[in-house]
């Protein structure tokens, strides 16, 4: 694997900001959006369950709709990409099954050599006390391909503003999501940001690293 330089990163961490303004003009190029397509679909989750669902919302007449559900908030129309991440409901056998089957074809395994495997996943999220809590499991693990999307779009130049100022209920009845089995979880618009955006000169407010990270 190539490495990019300590310098690169911390620039593109530093030049990364939450992009009130875009460019409607500007559209990020298909080979990067899939880029970042396999960024999201890369990501780490517990067990690698992937218990998510990323939906890019082109049609403009919807990304209105969207708009008006998310305090008016301009990024959602005028960004060239518009993505929600949604989280499954529930988890179930059968889902425990697929990702089971999923190892074995992948990596030319017996199905009959991971029940271990599946039995840990089930007895944990399925049939264990975590069921409870589900939902927000879930939903954590979207939260993780949605910093990663951040970083990845930053480190290509590609300009994003997370979202979570939105309806997230008005969204899964506009998205039709409440008969597949997931919910709205947060939304990020992607694209570059317009050249008079206030925000892109203000200086980034952190606490000291000394202070967030401790050595014990
Ligand atoms: C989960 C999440 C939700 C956010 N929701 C919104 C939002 O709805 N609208 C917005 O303009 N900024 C939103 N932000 C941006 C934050 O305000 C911003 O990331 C924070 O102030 C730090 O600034 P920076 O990202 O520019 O460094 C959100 C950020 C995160 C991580």
């Not at 892109?200 to 990270?213: L, W």
Request: proline content about 4%.
């Amino acid at each position: 694997m190539e490495t990019i330089d300590i310098k690169t990163l911390l620039a593109a961490l530093n030049w990364r900001y939450a992009t009130k303004k875009f460019d409607p003009s500007r559209k990020i190029p298909d080979a990067t959006w899939a880029a970042l397509e396999q960024a999201l679909v890369l990501s780490p989750s517990s067990y690698g369950l992937q218990p998510w669902k990323f939906l890019v919302i082109e049609n403009p007449a919807l990304r209105e709709q969207l708009k008006a559900n998310s305090w008016g908030q301009a990024q959602v129309t005028d960004a060239s990409h518009f993505l929600v991440l949604t989280a499954k409901t529930d988890l179930t056998e059968v889902d425990v099954e697929r990702y089971v089957q999923s190892i074995a074809s992948v990596r030319g395994q017996k199905r009959s050599d991971l029940q271990g495997n599946y039995d840990m996943m089930v007895g944990s999220l399925v049939k264990g006390p975590r069921h409870a809590h589900i939902k927000e499991w879930a939903k954590r693990q979207t939260y993780i391909a949605f910093g990663n999307l951040m970083t990845s779009a930053a480190l290509l130049g590609v300009d994003a503003c997370p979202m979570e100022g939105i309806d997230a209920a008005k969204f899964d009845e506009l998205l039709g999501l409440p008969a597949t089995g997931y919910i709205t979880v947060a939304a990020c618009a992607l694209g570059y940001r317009a050249g008079d955006d206030k925000y892109a000169t203000y200086k980034k407010v952190r606490y000291p690293v000394g202070e967030m990270v401790e050595h014990r």
